[in-house]
Nanobody
Framework: QVQLVESGGGSVQAGGSLRLSCAAS????????MAWFRQAPGKEREGVAA???????SYADSVKGRFTISKDNAKNTLDLQMNSLKSADTAMYYC????????????????????????WGHGTQVTVSS
């Protein structure tokens, strides 16, 4: 049974940093994509950062240069280092996975999904105050 459990959210002032972590279980292979998404109240869900089966990364333009996604295959964890946080980054952050076999793009620069993310965590809240 695939499970994704996020942790590391919290409240921080603008300009600060947070590190999110996603503990994955129920699968031992890389899968096509793993990614972080976010959704703010009243807004659509958007992709933030993703990592593909070969370790290639992609980011939404809104976070490029500030956020870094990384994956530890031995521990089966997916992290998101968030620096220079802005109030606009306030949202619920979700870990997601497309466990199909093969390579393909994960998210586009506008944060749209380009893969079939069938597995989702319950989310962790990030609040940035200005």
């Amino acid at each position: 049974q695939v499970q994704l459990v996020e942790s590391g959210g919290g409240s921080v002032q603008a300009g600060g940093s947070l590190r999110l972590s996603c503990a994955a279980s129920g699968f031992t292979y890389s899968g096509r994509c793993m990614a972080w998404f976010r959704q703010a109240p009243g807004k659509e869900r958007e992709g933030v950062a993703a990592i593909d089966t070969y370790g290639g990364t992609s980011y939404a333009d809104s976070v490029k240069g500030r956020f870094t996604i990384s994956k530890d295959n031995a521990k089966n964890t997916l992290d998101l280092q968030m620096n220079s946080l802005k109030s606009a980054d306030t949202a619920m952050y979700y870990c997601a996975a497309d466990l199909s076999i093969g390579w393909g793009p994960c998210i586009d620069p506008q944060g749209r999904e380009l893969a079939n993310f069938d597995y989702w965590g319950h989310g962790t809240q990030v609040t940035v105050s200005s």
